[in-house]
């Protein structure tokens, strides 16, 4: 595999292939090896085989473990006994502060103070010391910056960050070992941390496999970034889909979705919704807006999937029970 051309021409990325591989090992004993599930239903509506890669079940609900402990268990020593800083109001926020614990080590999260007040007790649960912010007239990255210069933490970034991107990938990697190779993959972006670990397993393992990337409608700054071949920049985007609410891809994930992406799609909020609402009434499973974004796609009218085995990647579950039972009585 290692000396396929499909591998020379990724050979100048930010990671590799191997690289993934080794965030595979070195995360595999701590992460979930998440379930793969099917739904005739779901193969009705797209006619397609589709398979849902489950990240919702997690550790701490979402594929963010992965990555952030790759990252960690990458710390020298002294970053180690120092301890990690990062900046989140979501996942990352729980990843890294459950990733710190099992590691025995540090970890400063700066959130708003508008944040769900159930992601701040999550944060505060798995370790993690909170650190609360004004988002209105405080920037996270300055903070974030004077907490590693100042008592010297490492600061680890969301999604931009090469051993971040690196060990999101195992998601797809246990996806194609599990079902063999795939027409489609359709994977949730914000960032573009979880896509472009998937995108490259996805041109490694299955060099056919069209790699989808789907945002929130409201904040197509991706599908812009690839049409224009440079990163746009824009206002956060109003979406339920606050795992996807970046301003921006990063100069690390930028490379490897331009390389590895065939093209992003966008779906809108309703969208998300309903497919919320499937999961849950028909698979019995609770995913969160942001973790609905490929399997919006997958079981909408955008793209013709018949006779098509796709892969799709549900990459969290995790959702304020109110909020939740809100959209499905509107």
């Not at 239903?41 to 550790?59: D, H, M, P, V, Y």
């Not at 807006?289 to 990459?315: F, H, M, N």
């Amino acid at each position: 595999m290692t000396t396929s051309h499909h591998h020379d021409q990724f050979r100048s990325l930010p990671i590799t292939y191997d690289d993934i591989v080794q965030a595979h090992e070195r995360v595999r004993d701590q992460a979930h090896h998440t379930p793969v599930l099917t739904s005739e239903t779901a193969n009705r509506i797209s006619g397609a085989e589709l398979f849902f890669k489950c990240e919702n079940f997690q550790r701490m609900g979402a594929f963010k473990f992965r990555g952030a402990y790759n990252a960690l268990s990458q710390f020298t020593p002294e970053q180690k006994r120092q301890g990690v800083v990062a900046f989140s109001s979501g996942n990352h926020a729980q990843a890294i502060a459950l990733s710190a614990r099992e590691l025995g080590m540090r970890a400063v999260i700066i959130m708003p103070e508008d944040a769900p007040a159930v992601k701040i007790a999550a944060t505060r649960a798995y370790g993690g010391e909170v650190v609360l912010y004004n988002r209105y007239t405080e920037s996270r990255e300055v903070l974030g910056q004077a907490y590693a210069n100042e008592q010297g933490l490492t600061l680890i970034p969301p999604y931009d960050h090469p051993h971040v991107m690196a060990g999101q990938g195992p998601a797809a990697k246990e996806l194609f070992e599990e079902v063999g190779a795939l027409d489609y993959l359709c994977v949730p972006l914000g960032g573009g941390g979880l896509l472009s670990g998937c995108a490259l397993v996805a041109k490694t393992l299955s060099p056919a496999c069209h790699v989808i990337g789907v945002e929130p409608a409201a904040g197509n700054d991706g599908q812009r970034s690839l049409a224009s071949g440079s990163i746009v920049h824009i206002e956060t985007p109003n979406t339920i889909a606050n795992g996807a609410q970046t301003q921006h891809l990063g100069q690390f994930t930028f490379p490897v979705i331009q390389a590895c992406v065939d093209s992003i799609l966008t779906v809108s909020d309703q969208e998300l919704v309903d497919t919320m609402q499937f999961f849950a009434s028909r698979m019995k499973i609770i995913v969160e807006p942001t973790g609905c974004l490929g399997a919006a796609v997958a079981l909408g009218k955008q793209l013709d999937l018949r006779g098509k085995k796709v892969g799709v990647i549900l990459s969290g579950g995790n959702i304020d029970l109110r909020r939740l039972a809100s959209y499905f009585s509107e």
